[in-house]
């Protein structure tokens, strides 16, 4: 069991939202608190570094998908197209 004390504006808006939402005022500081512990474990989450540049992969994309494994080629054929010229 818990007791806490409230100022006067605090209790009087619990009084309020329990009295319109026909609830246990327990029931909503239970539910707040809930509400809270959700939010911080949320806010302290650590992101993944694939979460932290999600929103950055592929947004300069050329649309090719094997320039990591044709790169040594296509640098022949530009240098060698340079040359010809």
């Known amino acids: ?5 409230l100022d006067n504006s605090l209790e009087s808006k619990l009084n309020f939202l329990a009295q319109e939402r026909h609830l246990p005022k327990s029931k909503i500081i239970k539910d707040a608190l809930n509400y809270y512990f959700d939010m911080l474990k949320k806010e302290s989450k650590e992101k993944t570094p694939y979460e932290l540049g999600s ?3 592929g947004k300069y994309a050329s649309g090719k998908s094997d320039l990591s494994t044709t790169y040594k080629q296509k640098l022949k054929e530009k240098i060698n197209a340079k040359n010809t010229h």
Do not use: W
């Not at 069991?1 to 004390?5: A, D, E, G, P, V």
């Open 55 to 57: 929103e950055l992969f």
């Open 1 to 5: 069991m818990l007791s806490i004390r």
